[in-house]
């Protein structure tokens, strides 16, 4: 069982930066693709990024190709999202996820989640 907390959420101005953290416990974390996915009120959970077990290839939605980047530290167990230029749309609640799947940019391969943390950016 692998337990995944997330933190770094809060309040920004569009324009501005987060990073988000997520910590892992309770399995072996190199095991384990890992995403990020978020979710907007009224919205369906979708896709941010994600990057495989050892760190070596990263995916990212169109939205936030260039703005985004995801990495992962296998000895500290935790992965990151820098997020950087944010939107007013990019508000959400943003979780982080893990997986043993090969597809690793769809929700339902999923099979851990955190609990979220919230990411409000203001015009």
Not at 4 to 19: D, I, K, M, P, Y
Request: proline share 2%; net charge positive; hydrophobic share 35%.
């Amino acid at each position: 069982q692998v337990q995944l907390v997330e933190s770094g959420g809060g309040l920004v101005q569009a324009g501005g930066s987060l990073r988000l953290s997520c910590a892992a416990s309770g399995g072996t974390f190199s095991n384990y693709n890992m995403g990020w996915f978020r979710q907007a009120p009224g919205k369906e959970r979708e896709f941010v990024a994600a990057i495989n077990k050892s760190g070596g290839n990263t995916y990212y939605a169109d939205s936030v190709k260039g703005r985004f980047t995801i990495s992962r530290d296998n000895a500290k167990n935790t992965v990151s999202l820098q997020m950087n230029s944010l939107k007013p749309e990019d508000t959400a609640v943003y979780y982080c996820a893990a997986t043993a799947q090969v597809v690793i940019t769809s929700p339902h391969t999923y099979r851990y989640w955190g609990q979220g943390t919230q990411v409000t950016v203001s015009s």
